[in-house]
């Protein structure tokens, strides 16, 4: 044999090794990029079955004790058809018939799934209980089959619906934890290649390629059922006492950032998901941005306190509860004449906290603005969170100073108010806020730990223990928070009434009523935020959203086993 020869043979061998692997590649994209049904109706009349092998999707548990499973999958069913073999033995009419009866379903929606010959797989039903399968398949239907399939199921229902989420009809988190843990929850998908014999059943010793599948990991949260449970019911009670549009709450532990609770109202059944409304759906504690107004008096009063331009003794004249400043008119609920800095933020007085504001600056304010991270995103572990509303201040104008401090002309969430409180209750310390623990694969591996982290010191110690002590004398009396004083405990607080902006100012009836608070004063273990969204007849925070938090403080105590005096001391790095 010449070279030549021999260089020819090579070119040809070379020619067909790649087309075989040119042939593999395609092989690949077609199995890998083709839907189920594309793939079966295209290979299975060759005598080939390829399909995938479904895993369970991850559990999610609660964070009390008895860790409880608040989502799990469920063994269900999918009734599928042949078409094409129902067809040729004109039966299409008839199983139509007899399977509507049923399923509850027309005959003449099922013939519109059925009538297609030319397709070897259809759906009847997704989702079928065992009850139904089996009173179905009894009939014997040629050309009906079933596939093994999951459906996911909340066992509380409602409970938690805002945090948790759901998966849809696919298995792929849409919603809450499922969403944000679904590359975690979802595991990994099997696939099975392989020979089917004349009778259409699967030749084992022909199979092609069998990939099992990896099942999802579990994901445990530090939401507490029993402390969401109490939440709950007093947001159910505060609905209907007050004939509210909404209302939400949360509860957090002070030192690790962990949250305890979240809920809201309106809220919906998980397993009910398709058939909510939008309103209902949306997690307000972290996606409804609001003024907050005075429970944002904290921020300029621990700024000017922190600067050292004001002490809590000193005198601010109030004006009688009326002010022109720039032009515009500021009002007090209640009008005082002198009132020291303590006493202003115990009656909450607009003027005073204004004129504290106006001395700290527009450059210093922005900074503890900043600091304690308004307009920015708290980072917790959710989906649909909103950064709330900070105008750069650069562009303020010349009352922006006056106004925000007193929580106008600014937004932020639930969440985001929260985070102040506690900042105050933590000796300065910011939090971030979480509420996945951990999340576990099958094999017991630890997958992701959440853990606390500080996201900054807006304020001192000594300042942040100054602003515990004015926050305690909301709710003494005098104060503006009497309502949520609990007996035995020291609690820290501030209430807000914010009107609702409208077209060209503010509304004259609607309210948002909010109470923000801690406990106890002097080691805080817990805080609670309660937002109530137009509250009728009464709008203010001391008098819809104070009691509130009083009934989930009273309870949460108790169940926490939180001492009047608890001396666990305050976090730090």
Known sequence: MTDRDRNIRLEWLALALALAFAGLVVRLVYLHLLTDETIRQSVEDKGTIVKPILTGRGRILEGSKAGNIVALNVGMFDLCADPALLAKSNLTGQVASSLGTVLGVTSEELRGRLNHPEKRFAYVARQVPDDLVHQIMDLKTPGIFTRETTLRRYPQGGTMCHALGFSNLEGVGSAGVELIADKYLKGSEGFLESRLDGRRREMYGWRVQDIQPQEGADVYLTLDENVQYMVEMALDRAMEKHRARGAWAIVQRIRTGEILALANRPNFDLNEFRTARPEQMLNRAIGQVYEPGSTFKVVAIAGALN???????QIFNTENGRWSYMGKILRDYHPYSQLTVSDVFKKSSNIGTAKIAIQLGNERFYKYLKGFSIGHKTGVDLPGEEAGLLTPVEKWSGISVSRIAIGQGVAVTALQMLGVANAVANDGFLMKPYLIRRVVAKDGTVLYKGAPEVMGRPIRGDTAQKMRDLMARVTEPGGTGTKGAIEGYQVGGKTGS???????????????????????????????????DEPQPFHTGGLVAAPIFKEIAEQAVRYLDISPSAQTGLAGP
């Not at 600067?307 to 003794?313: F, W």
């Not at 409208?502 to 273990?525: C, H, I, K, R």
């Open 307 to 313: 600067e050292g331009i004001i002490t809590t003794n």
């Open 498 to 532: 914010a009107q609702k902006p409208t077209a060209g100012g503010y509304s004259e009836t609607d309210y948002m009523a909010t109470f923000v608070g801690f406990l106890p004063v002097q080691n805080p273990e817990i805080s609670i935020i309660v937002t109530v």
